[in-house]
């Protein structure tokens, strides 16, 4: 049959080949499968026309578009303040959305292409791509890349209340790749915030859409209900290399991923200092006392789905985490450290990123919806290398084949 279909392959249109070459692969997978990623895993790519920078060292205008996150060249050349400013984002309080910086374009490539991140190393930074394991067996596995394998890719700065138009396009994407599969149902293979984002757009869908169209969710350290240690984000950066990254402060994204009440008691202290604590209940007062009240201005704007957390997905759930390690549960400040001296940070259990509670809080749903949730927790993985596992890369092969 395979040497029939390629043969007619040559004597007809290329287009048509590329139909028939795609049609043999049909039957060779159970379901196709489509990865939401987190901001690890994410790509940007910028285009610099007039770019207002503060830096002087930092190019204004590029001819085309070029990778901004994450790209080695910045971290190569000592020049990641760059990128840092290419990445900040505007908030209008009148509008209440974001924009980029004037002068900066950025897009999301290849959506609906290959699950990737960038991949690379250099003195004191490292980032891996860590989707490779699971890609090269899945490939291994007969799925192919761009068809029944393929990324959803998104502006990981933005918060779900500017994601209209990627929700659309994702729904979109699932049904042509259930059509194109020969309608089978798709997993969504989701990592870290990838979760969240999910989770928004599976509540925004009809439970016979569900049904049809989506077979199971697979969150591979999903956050869904953020993490205390984001908190840091605000007055210490993200540590980059040697670098600290200020821009994150100016994402809704991070505002998304603070802890979320649904699992955290609204009293239970996040941020210690001598004279006041912090906690959810008055979130507002830890933004103005650090003089950052555009945070809360993006807590109030993604707050809304946040408050739907309780809400069920209504599709069957594997959440797959690490667990036993050192995470970051409490910010404490001596006498006179808040908010520009550094902390000490008190630990709890959780992935090194992400709090236990938050990546077990699938476990919240249980009771709430028919489809079955399980809970696949693995001791001493962390937040980023328990996707090469080979624990967590049997459990997907199970699940696939
Ligand atoms: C990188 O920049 C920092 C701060 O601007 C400076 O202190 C450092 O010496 C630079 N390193 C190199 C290798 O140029
Ligand atoms: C919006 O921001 C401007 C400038 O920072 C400020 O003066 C104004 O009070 C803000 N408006 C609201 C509604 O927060
Ligand atoms: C997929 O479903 C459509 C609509 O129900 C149907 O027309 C089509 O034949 C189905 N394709 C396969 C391969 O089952
Ligand atoms: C802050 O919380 C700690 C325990 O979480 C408590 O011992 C302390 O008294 C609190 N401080 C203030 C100022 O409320
Ligand atoms: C995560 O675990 C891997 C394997 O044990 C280790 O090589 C890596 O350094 C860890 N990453 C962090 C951030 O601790
Ligand atoms: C993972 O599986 C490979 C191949 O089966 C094996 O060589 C390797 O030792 C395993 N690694 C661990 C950490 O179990």
Not at 103 to 122: C, L, T, Y
Not at 157 to 163: A, D
Not at 370 to 399: A, C, D, W
Request: proline share 5%; net charge positive.
């Amino acid at each position: 049959m395979k040497i029939k279909k390629n043969l007619h392959c040559i004597l007809i249109t290329h287009l048509l080949c590329v139909i028939a070459g795609s049609q043999k692969y049909k039957s060779d997978i159970k379901y196709p499968l489509i990865f939401v990623p987190g901001i690890k895993e994410s790509i940007l790519e910028a285009k610099l026309n007039n770019a207002l920078v503060e830096q002087k060292k930092c190019i204004k205008n590029t001819n085309n578009y070029f990778i901004l996150w994450i790209n080695t060249q910045f971290y190569k050349t000592n020049s990641t303040i760059c990128m840092d400013e290419y990445l900040t984002l505007l908030y209008n309080n009148k509008t209440r959305t974001t924009s980029n910086t004037p002068g900066v374009n950025i897009e999301v490539p290849e959506f609906g292409k290959r699950p990737r991140a960038i991949e690379f190393q250099s003195s004191d930074v490292t980032v891996e791509d860590d989707l490779n394991d699971i890609t090269e067996m899945l490939v291994k596995l007969g799925y192919r890349i761009g068809y029944s394998l393929r990324g959803a890719p998104y502006d990981f700065r933005k918060g779900p209340n500017e994601h209209t138009t990627y929700f659309n396009k994702l729904k979109l994407l699932i049904e042509e790749t259930y059509t194109t599969n020969g309608n089978k149902s798709v997993i969504m293979l989701v990592r870290s915030m990838g979760a969240l984002m999910s989770g928004t757009f599976l509540r925004r869908q009809t439970q016979e859409w569900k049904d049809k169209y989506i077979k199971s969710l697979v969150s591979i350290s999903g956050d869904w209900g953020g993490a205390v240690g984001r908190l840091i984000t605000y007055t210490d950066g993200v540590q980059f290399g040697k670098y600290t990254l200020r821009s994150f402060s100016t994402f809704p994204s991070i505002s998304w991923i603070l802890p979320h009440p649904f699992i955290w008691n609204p009293y239970e202290v996040f941020v210690e200092t001598p004279s006041k604590n912090y906690s959810l209940s008055n979130l507002k007062d830890y933004f103005v006392d650090i003089n950052y009240e555009v945070g809360w201005e993006l807590y109030q704007d993604i707050y809304p789905d946040v408050e739907k957390d309780p809400i069920p997905l209504g599709v069957e759930l594997h959440c797959i985490y690490g667990y036993g390690i050192p995470t970051i549960r409490k910010i404490y400040y001596g006498k006179g450290a808040f908010p520009n001296k550094p902390p000490v940070l008190i630990k709890g259990d959780g992935d090194g990123t992400v709090n236990k509670q938050s990546l077990s809080a699938c476990a919240y749903w249980i009771k709430l919806q028919t489809q079955p949730i399980h809970l696949v927790p693995m001791k001493g993985s962390n937040h980023t290398f328990i996707s090469r596992t080979n624990s967590t890369l049997e459990y997907i092969k199970n699940l696939v084949t």
